[in-house]
């Protein structure tokens, strides 16, 4: 089975601070992607990557960028948290050698910005 | 961005009951459609990827169709058991991205 990590179940930072999240998983996928689930919202896709050193935005970038230095691992940064980032983050990973595959999701991070 | 909407947003049956519900989303350059059950504490787990109109999959009591003619696709739940309390979330989109909608919170009473 994949496995997708994420690094900190929560988290709780303060305003200005520079939070990194971590994720990694284990079965050499080509995309990976983060998102953010608020209440009352959808998934929404803040940034992904389909190789290393290769990123796109997703639909609500703004405030967030991210690393892909090894294929494995994909990291959010929040360059100076804000307390309207305060949500759970999801990390997911995807094979693209088959069409149609699904995601596979990290625990998520529950951050908390004060 | 798509437009996905899942309805209702919440509901309570009882065990042994029977449900459905529903993802709506634009009909036009349709590729795939994600069905996920995301149960708490738990991450989010893939039930179904459906991609030819009329398609009709199955797993356990759990199946899913799909008309992309008219951009709907329903999740049915036979004889429903309190372990089927999750969120349901349909994620219509490209290999690429998917535009998830807000899902649909069920809980089964026992």
Redesign the interface.
Known sequence: DVKVTQSSRYLVKRTGEKVFLECVQDMDHENMFWYRQDPGLGLRLIYFSYDVKMKEKGDIPEGYSVSREKKERFSLILESASTNQTSMYLCASRDLTGDYSPLHFGNGTRLTVT | ?LN?EQSPQSLHVQEGDSTNFTCSFPSSNFY?L?W?RWET??????LF?M?LNGDEKKKGRISATLNTKEGYSYLYIKGSQPEDSATY?C?PGS?????????TQLTVLP
Not at chain 2, 41 to 46: F, G, L, R, V
Not at chain 2, 95 to 103: H, I, K, N, V
């Open positions: 961005i996905v795939a994600h996920y504490a738990k991450s989010p787990e893939a990827v991609t979330l994620a290999a690429r991205q998917l535009t998830f909608g807000s899902g």
